[in-house]
């Protein structure tokens, strides 16, 4: 058979030749097909390397957040405390003077009176005074003495006359017809009782014992 394929096979016929041609087209063909692949690959491979980019809108919602998650939170019962413990410790102490002289009218059915001298700009006792004055002012009205309350305001012009004399904040204890006299600085009990003793053992003191003039 294969000599009758020869014999029919015409001159200048390529009939016997081998399909070399082709199997040289068809590897080439492969080369490429696996070039492109490689490429395309790679690509790929590249792509996955490379992180998203970030918009200008992603990052500034960034660094919004942040900064609203750096704010403190402060709980507002630490800061309620100290003001609602101030306002409990600080009074006024009795009733307001403008002056020494007016004890001669607000304390006149009064046989004697304390009167509190507060440091300037600052009318007000603390709790722990104010505890004191009424101690002694509870011992000093069971023997009898009818004894008033008062807090000379540190605008008057007396004033500074007793800042010269007695260190601030102080009281001055005063008996009505008899003497006056000072506690300075640390207000206690003791102190109270024995300026009242002092007070009511003294001479006389002014017309009607409460006024400022002959009392130093």
């Not at 709980?75 to 002056?99: C, F, N, Y």
């Amino acid at each position: 058979m294969k000599r009758m394929k020869l014999e029919n096979c015409g001159p200048g016929c390529d009939c016997a030749k081998p399909s070399g041609n082709k199997k040289a087209k068809a590897a080439v063909c492969l080369i490429v097909l696996l070039a492109i692949g490689g490429i395309f690959a790679y690509k790929a491979q590249i792509a996955k390397q490379i992180p998203p980019a970030i918009t200008e809108t992603a990052f500034a919602a960034l660094v919004t957040q942040e900064v609203s998650e750096q704010k403190p939170v402060v709980p507002t019962t630490d800061q309620q405390e100290p003001v609602v413990k101030t306002v409990e410790e600080k009074k006024i102490m009795g009733e307001l003077l403008d002056s020494l002289d007016s004890l001669n009218k607000v304390a006149v059915n009064q046989d004697a009176v304390f009167v509190f001298i507060p440091a300037k700009g600052n009318d007000t006792i603390n709790k722990q005074t104010m505890d004191a004055i009424a101690s002694a002012e509870k011992k000093i009205k069971s023997t009898g003495v009818s004894l008033g309350l008062y807090t000379l305001q540190s605008g008057s012009p007396d004033h500074a006359n007793i800042a010269a004399q007695l260190p601030l904040p102080g009281m001055l204890v005063l008996s009505k017809g008899r003497g006056i006299a000072g506690v300075p600085a640390e207000i206690t009990e003791t102190k109270l009782l024995q300026a009242y003793v002092a007070s009511s053992r003294a001479g006389g003191c002014g017309p009607s014992g409460c006024g400022p003039g002959g009392c130093s």
